[in-house]
């Protein structure tokens, strides 16, 4: 179990301490920062939510992860064995207790030079233990010109080779690739779509585009992404950050950002189900079956969505 004490920022810190690893513990976050779209618990409430988890039933995932540790490959994420939540997926903690997990869907990301080999990581992605080749984001990959005055030229790819098409080369600021999680983050600032956390996609969002026509696009989780940095690019580095955490070399001309969405699915035979991919976290459940109170109270409440002019807060 991951607790966190703070803000959405502080959520996101704790998901990215398991970047390079396919399987995260359940989260229990506790809002105490200047915005709390993710925390699901007041800090008040920390003895009926720590309660509840402890009562609940729910197994220690831990001996499941240590016994099917493998590594990443180029050739997609497989199977999480994650069997110990099994049951847990958008479903009670317990027959009086109105908690259960949501699972978050996470990007699967790939850096790459002009020559299509895998650049390096970087702290704090770069560390002995680190077994996977990819960073796995809960938010969202940007691509930024930094600090230059030129704007990016980024060309947008999309399928897998020999399928892959150009869709266009996007002339602006920056690019955002970002998970349902992170559409109510740097994308949603950019003029992007909201969508609810269980619905499996990609969200492609231009940051301050030079071409009016330039919309957002929203793709199924499992359509591979390319963002290659165009040859006509003028800057000398276009800036790569992962959940806010940029990394210190940026991309030249050719490099690629390969992103698929991590889906969150079942495997197995029937009765043994195993849950591959996502962030588990905690949250409480409205009542209703579809648990979705939290995610439209925070559209009203946090984001005042639709709020009329004129009136208080």
């Not at 704090?124 to 990016?152: Q, T």
């Not at 580095?237 to 955490?245: F, H, N, R």
């Not at 925070?298 to 208080?312: H, T, V």
Request: aromatic share 6%.
């Amino acid at each position: 179990l991951t607790s966190t004490l703070g803000g959405d920022g502080t959520i996101l810190h704790a998901a990215s301490l398991f970047a390079t690893a396919r399987s995260v513990p359940p989260v229990l976050s506790f809002s105490m920062g200047t915005l709390g779209f993710l925390g699901e618990w007041k800090f008040a409430e920390y003895k009926r939510a720590f309660r509840e988890v402890f009562v609940s039933g729910a197994p220690d995932p831990l001996p499941a992860q240590r016994s099917n540790e493998t590594t990443c490959n180029d050739g997609g994420a497989g199977p999480t064995s994650t069997s110990s939540w099994e049951n847990m997926r958008g479903k009670s903690m317990g027959a009086s207790r109105n908690s259960r997990i949501l699972m978050r869907n996470r990007l699967r990301i790939g850096l790459f030079n002009s020559a299509g080999e895998r650049l390096p990581h970087e702290p704090p992605f770069a560390h002995a233990g680190n077994k996977c080749e990819d960073i796995f984001a809960l938010n969202e990959v940007l691509l930024h010109r930094g600090a230059l005055p030129h704007l990016s030229h980024i060309t947008i790819l999309i399928g897998s080779p020999p399928h892959q098409r150009t869709l266009t080369t996007a002339i602006a600021d920056g690019f955002l690739v970002s998970t349902p999680t992170g559409s109510t983050a740097y994308s949603l600032s950019s003029g992007g779509s909201i969508v609810h956390p269980l619905v499996s996609s990609l969200l492609l969002t231009p940051i301050c585009p030079r071409s009016l026509s330039f919309r957002p696009l929203v793709l199924p989780a499992n359509t591979p992404i390319t963002l290659r940095i165009d040859e006509v690019n003028r800057g000398k580095e276009i800036e790569v950050s992962v959940d806010g955490v940029r990394r210190r070399e940026g991309l030249k001309t050719g490099m690629e950002v390969r992103v698929i969405g991590e889906e969150v699915r079942t495997a197995g035979a029937p009765g043994a189900r195993h849950w591959m991919g996502g962030v588990p976290s905690i949250v409480r459940s409205g009542g209703a079956a579809d648990g979705e109170d939290h995610w439209v109270g925070g559209l009203n409440s946090l984001l005042k969505f639709n709020y009329p002019f004129g009136e208080d807060g």
